[in-house]
């Protein structure tokens, strides 16, 4: 079962960076119209972060200004890149890929199994 593989998750300090990366395991066939996101899960699921084919983007108002989601060149492989983090980022970040843009659903088809980032004060 094909799924995304994310990692660059770690521990850092208030004000630090990460970059979380996230590539399928095999191929996926999420068409020509797609959108990828990063999702954190709390006491809910939470959208952090998406981009469609069209390179429009999408934030959480909480992280806007300080993470910025990209794709490489051949579209295969997604980043987050996360300024200047908070306590509050704390979380297991997750990867989701789908042939239509589920930002506002979050009901992605393809998920991974997260990344741990902890942000200490």
């Known amino acids: 079962q094909v799924r995304m593989v994310e990692s660059g998750g770690g521990s850092v300090q208030t004000g630090e960076s990460l970059r979380l990366s996230c590539a399928p395991s095999?191929?996926?066939?999420?068409?020509?119209?797609?959108?990828m996101a990063w999702y954190h899960h709390g006491r809910e699921r939470v959208g952090v972060a998406a981009i469609d084919?069209?390179?429009?983007?999408y934030y959480a108002d909480s992280v806007k200004g300080r993470f910025t989601i990209s794709q490489s060149n051949d579209k295969n492989t997604l980043y987050l890149q996360m300024n200047n983090l908070e306590p509050e980022d704390t979380a297991t970040y997750y990867c989701?890929?789908?042939?239509?843009?589920?930002?506002?659903?979050?009901?992605?088809?393809?998920w991974g199994q997260g990344t741990q980032v902890t942000v200490s004060s």
């Open positions: 989701a890929a789908d042939a239509a843009n589920r930002w506002y659903t979050g009901t992605y088809r393809f």
């Open positions: 084919s069209d390179r429009r983007t």
């Open positions: 095999g191929a996926i066939d999420i068409g020509s119209t797609y959108c």
